[in-house]
């Protein structure tokens, strides 16, 4: 017995694409497969000469609520970051890449730095890189734990949930001093969880945010910050 064939309501409701929509999409899809592929060479050819990692431009991804410091911003917590660690000592870069990248071109060989990024693209700094989602916050190497001389912060989100989380992995890593970059509504938080207290110095980024962004510290941030400054 052959039935025929109906053709589905619902298949006639399926919306589609337009040509220009279309169009545009492949392209973004093409660009997106060109970059993938630059960073696998960049990431192979890193294994022979590491410095060609300086080179590498990685742009903001606003669907990661990603927000690049400007250059002030950046070498002011990299000068910070390598005061406290020392001659020999490890930074931890927690959702802050542009920090991690500042560090690169200022630290000694003894100095380490290490990124924990959620970012993938982020990867080709090899063994610095460890993937990190703060709903996550402890599926990061057990061997990590407090061996940092200082944890820099900069959750991507300004929600309690991630802030909450996003304390936990930086006092898991930390020996002692925190940095923390969040907006200033999280400032009663910050205080609560981790024992902050707001900076007079501010944080800028390359592309202004709508949101009052600052910088929380643990001990005498500013203090120091003159310091270097004078």
């Avoid at 606003?62 to 000068?79: E, G, I």
Wanted: hydrophobic letters at 35%.
């Amino acid at each position: 017995m052959i039935f025929n064939e109906e053709k589905d309501d619902d298949d006639e409701d399926e919306p589609e694409l337009s040509l220009s929509t279309l169009a545009a999409l492949n392209e973004f899809l093409s660009e997106k497969k060109e970059r993938e592929e630059r960073l696998r060479s960049i990431a192979e050819s890193a294994e022979k000469d590491n410095k060609i990692l300086d080179e590498v431009v990685l742009e903001e991804d606003w669907q990661l609520s990603q927000f690049w410091y400007d250059d002030h911003t950046s070498a002011v917590l990299a000068r910070e970051a390598l005061r406290l660690a020392g001659s020999e000592g490890r930074i931890a870069c927690i959702s802050c890449p542009t920090l991690y990248k500042e560090l690169r071109k200022w630290k000694p060989e003894s100095v380490k730095a290490h990124l924990f990024e959620y970012d993938t693209r982020f990867s080709v700094y090899g063994d610095d890189f460890t993937f990190y989602d703060y709903h996550s916050p402890l599926e990061v190497p057990r061997e990590l734990s407090s061996s940092f001389e200082v944890v820099v912060a900069d959750p991507p989100f300004l929600s309690e949930e991630c802030l909450t989380k996003t304390a936990l992995t930086m006092r898991y890593l930390s020996k002692g001093p925190l940095i923390l970059c969040t907006g200033s509504i999280m400032e009663d938080l910050a205080g609560r969880l981790l024992q902050l207290k707001m900076c007079a110095f501010q944080p800028k980024h390359r592309n202004n945010l709508a949101n009052y962004f600052r910088c929380y510290a643990n001990y005498d941030f500013d203090s120091t910050l003159i310091t270097h400054e004078t």
